[in-house]
């Protein structure tokens, strides 16, 4: 007597059970990816970041439309023979900075490259306010270069360290020489409005303490980089050529941007002395150069009344502070992108 067959039912069978996961896959609609949301929400933010100078320059010009106009009517009878001297210190800023750049590093950098990064690095400033652009356009190319992603850090830390300083050497300087700082009280807002940023300023150093207690890997970043900050720093202050190259060129900075503009008013008949204009627009980029509006468009509202301040009318401060707007950035905007878009495609930056 032959032995019973197998139930059909309990055979193994190769399209069995264990398919049906594979068939259910197969059918099953395949989930919405998130980077196109991604991708969709950083080109809004990024155009965002474009607009908002533009905006908020239009909405100044359209309320004050009469000083506006008359600006522009000054700004088309301007006298030609000063702009060569104007896009000459121009020029100037962008190897002013090159120096400084270099000057922040110990390792050499080509200096061609180096100076068509940060006359590329113009044109990125326009998206990102606070020089935010000039880093992230710097850091690529470093990187580029070979240097590792922490020394590049501490030499833009280094870099805005030494501008910040040595801008306000100078303007110290100025103030002690020049007579004209008195009538920079007259800018100085109420005490009580002080307050509010006094209060800000206090909570955002209590909560960075915070993070760098209570965060562990927040502390190790922040403290392998300032170790590494200093090493840099140690090594670049015993070559003078380092030294020449970082203090020398952050000195100059400041005050070819401030010829640039010297230049532009005397075009446009300013009426103040260079020395005022140089400290106008040295307490103007002071006061209020880190508040975070792309475009530099608080340091230009603060740059016409302290002009004003100075004894300028108020219809030639604003002519002359579009004037220098549009020599040092709108001229340059174009070829700063041709220049970016040229360096990222040989992989510069």
């Known amino acids: 007597m032959s032995p019973p067959s197998p139930s059909p039912s ?38 965002a970041l474009c607009l ?19 600006g522009v009517r000054r700004l088309l009878a301007a006298d030609p023979r000063w ?52 880093h992230a356009v710097t850091l690529r190319f470093l990187r580029g270069r070979g240097v590792p992603l922490d020394r590049a850090t501490a030499s833009i830390g280094l870099y805005a360290l030494a501008r910040s ?25 109420d005490g009580r409005l002080l307050v509010p940023f006094a ?39 015993r ?18 941007q401030a010829g640039a503009l010297a230049c532009v008013g005397a075009s446009l008949g300013l009426g103040l002395p260079w020395q005022q ?9 002071t006061a209020v150069g880190a508040v975070p509006a792309p475009g530099g468009l ?5 740059l016409v009344w302290t002009l004003v301040a100075f004894g300028a009318s108020v219809a030639v401060a604003t002519a002359t502070v579009i004037g220098y707007r549009v020599l040092v950035d709108g001229v340059p905007l174009v070829p700063g992108a041709v220049v970016l878009s040229a360096l990222i495609r040989a992989r510069v930056v």
């Open 52 to 70: 908002a100078p533009l905006l908020l320059a239009a909405g100044w010009a359209v309320a004050n439309r009469p000083v506006v106009e008359e």
């Open 199 to 237: 209060v800000v300023g206090c909570g955002a150093a209590v909560a960075a303490g915070v993070l760098l207690t209570v965060v562990r890997p927040v502390r190790q970043a922040v403290t392998g980089l300032l170790r590494c900050a200093l090493a840099d720093v140690r090594a670049v202050h």
């Open 83 to 134: 702009l060569p001297a104007a896009v000459g210190f121009t020029c100037l800023t962008w190897v002013a900075a090159a120096c400084v750049r270099q000057g922040a590093l110990p390792d050499p950098l080509p200096p061609g490259l180096l100076l068509a990064s940060q006359f590329a690095a113009g044109a990125a400033n326009h998206v990102l306010p606070g020089g935010l652009g000039a």
């Open 277 to 285: 204009v140089v400290l106008a627009q040295l307490a103007a980029g």
């Open 10 to 47: 309990l055979s193994p069978s190769p399209t069995g059970p264990r398919s049906a996961p594979a068939d259910a896959t197969a059918l099953r609609p395949p989930l919405p990816s998130a980077r196109p949301a991604a991708r969709g929400a950083a080109r809004a933010v990024r155009l």
């Open 165 to 189: 300083s040595a801008k306000a050497l100078v303007l110290l300087v100025f103030l002690a020489v020049s007579p004209a700082w008195r009538r920079l009280g007259e800018l100085v807002p």
């Open 239 to 256: 070559r003078p050529c380092r030294v020449l190259a970082l203090w020398g060129g952050a000195v100059a900075l400041p005050l070819v």
């Open 298 to 302: 608080a340091v230009d509202a603060a």
